[in-house]
């Protein structure tokens, strides 16, 4: 990869996510052949986590272990990074600990923070600004299933939030067609739309609509998140009224095309965002994006830490 670092879909070239899908292919069918990679071996992967996650802790984990190398969870309690340590003096030591560094966090100032002061790769696991795994993932999953990206039709329902952001940047990158359909205040904020029209080489495949149904009709997938993000939770109250009206559900699909795939990056909050008849559909490609972020992950860090060695 050109870039040391992941800190936003913007680090990446198209050249490298070309090549990170075409590793996370390797990876998966040597998986899934029980074919035993230890290519990390003898490597660390540093996990601090201000913010929890099941998914993202056990498929980096999981991810090291079945590559070889070893992973260290780090909670905010471990290190309360910027108040019992600045935030360079934490990336100065575990550069000298480890040979990659996963933050998962709030301020994405934090993410930008710690790499610049880091010498080893870092990669955003999560930040309130944007979560690039998650995009790579989900685009790889669509392209896993459709069989080419070339033409695609993604409609996000809901919060203009990381998730939606990122999924903006990473279509507008392949050229991949993305509505969004949210509630007043809730949208992609401005300054994000306009980047995403920069990125794209055709402005029009990005596009903040109010109605549902028509940010769906046509589209090959419709992805929804969760109305209440972490750290929101002292909106719910006025979130689940405001999103009212943007529920992923068989009324809504009925305005779909047939055979559309339904994503969501999960955790689901089944009866809000999300219906049980949808989410557990034959449509519904929730668990594989969910496993491939295993793969795809192993791919980022064979090809970060690797690239840094200069040994892949």
């Given at each position: 990869?050109?870039?040391?670092?992941?800190?936003?879909?913007?680090?990446?070239?198209?050249?490298?996510?070309?090549?990170?899908?075409?590793?996370?292919?390797?990876?998966?069918?040597?998986?899934?052949?029980?074919?035993?990679?230890?290519?990390?071996?003898?490597?660390?992967?540093?996990?601090?986590?201000?913010?929890?996650?099941?998914?993202?802790?056990?498929?980096?984990?999981?991810?090291?272990?079945?590559?070889?190398?070893?992973?260290?969870?780090?909670?905010?309690?471990?290190?309360n990074l910027g108040e019992?340590?600045?935030?360079?003096?934490?990336?100065?030591?575990?550069?000298?600990?480890?040979?990659?560094?996963?933050?998962?966090?709030?301020?994405?100032?934090?993410?930008?923070?710690?790499?610049?002061?880091s010498s080893v790769p870092?990669?955003?696991?999560?930040?309130?600004?944007?979560?690039?795994?998650?995009?790579?993932?989900?685009?790889?999953?669509?392209?896993?299933?459709?069989?080419?990206?070339?033409?695609?039709?993604?409609?996000?329902?809901?919060?203009?939030?990381?998730?939606?952001?990122?999924?903006?940047?990473?279509?507008?990158?392949?050229?991949?067609?993305?509505?969004?359909?949210?509630?007043?205040?809730?949208?992609?904020?401005?300054?994000?739309?306009?980047?995403?029209?920069?990125?794209?080489?055709?402005?029009?495949?990005?596009?903040?609509?109010?109605?549902?149904?028509?940010?769906?009709?046509?589209?090959?997938?419709?992805?929804?998140?969760?109305?209440?993000?972490?750290?929101?939770?002292?909106?719910?109250?006025?979130?689940?009224?405001?999103?009212?009206?943007?529920?992923?559900?068989?009324?809504?699909?009925?305005?779909?095309?047939?055979?559309?795939?339904?994503?969501?990056?999960?955790?689901?909050?089944?009866?809000?965002?999300?219906?049980?008849?949808?989410?557990d559909s034959p449509n519904?490609?929730?668990?594989?994006?969910?496993?491939?972020?295993?793969?795809?992950?192993?791919?980022?860090?064979?090809?970060?830490?690797?690239?840094?060695?200069?040994?892949?």
């Amino acid at each position: 990869m050109n870039n040391k670092n992941l800190v936003t879909i913007a680090d990446l070239s198209v050249k490298d996510i070309d090549k990170l899908f075409a590793l996370t292919v390797r990876m998966k069918e040597s998986h899934k052949n029980k074919q035993t990679d230890h290519s990390l071996a003898g490597k660390t992967l540093g996990m601090i986590f201000e913010k929890s996650s099941m998914r993202t802790r056990v498929s980096f984990e999981v991810a090291m272990t079945q590559l070889g190398g070893h992973a260290i969870y780090l909670t905010k309690q471990d290190i309360n990074l910027g108040e019992r340590e600045s935030i360079k003096d934490v990336a100065a030591i575990l550069s000298r600990y480890v040979d990659c560094i996963a933050i998962r966090t709030f301020a994405h100032e934090t993410v930008t923070e710690l790499a610049s002061h880091s010498s080893v790769p870092v990669i955003n696991a999560l930040s309130d600004y944007t979560h690039p795994c998650q995009a790579l993932t989900d685009l790889y999953t669509i392209k896993e299933k459709i069989g080419r990206l070339d033409g695609v039709k993604l409609a996000f329902v809901g919060d203009g939030n990381n998730v939606a952001r990122s999924l903006a940047f990473l279509c507008a990158k392949l050229e991949v067609s993305f509505k969004i359909a949210s509630p007043e205040n809730y949208e992609l904020p401005l300054e994000s739309l306009e980047i995403a029209k920069r990125i794209a080489k055709t402005s029009s495949c990005i596009e903040q609509l109010r109605d549902p149904v028509e940010a769906i009709k046509d589209a090959d997938i419709i992805y929804t998140d969760t109305w209440i993000s972490m750290g929101r939770e002292k909106e719910s109250i006025i979130r689940r009224k405001d999103f009212k009206g943007y529920q992923v559900n068989g009324s809504l699909l009925a305005s779909a095309k047939e055979g559309v795939f339904i994503m969501h990056c999960l955790p689901a909050h089944r009866g809000e965002e999300i219906t049980d008849e949808v989410i557990d559909s034959p449509n519904s490609i929730v668990y594989d994006q969910a496993e491939n972020r295993l793969h795809l992950q192993k791919a980022l860090l064979n090809l970060l830490i690797c690239n840094e060695k200069n040994e892949y």
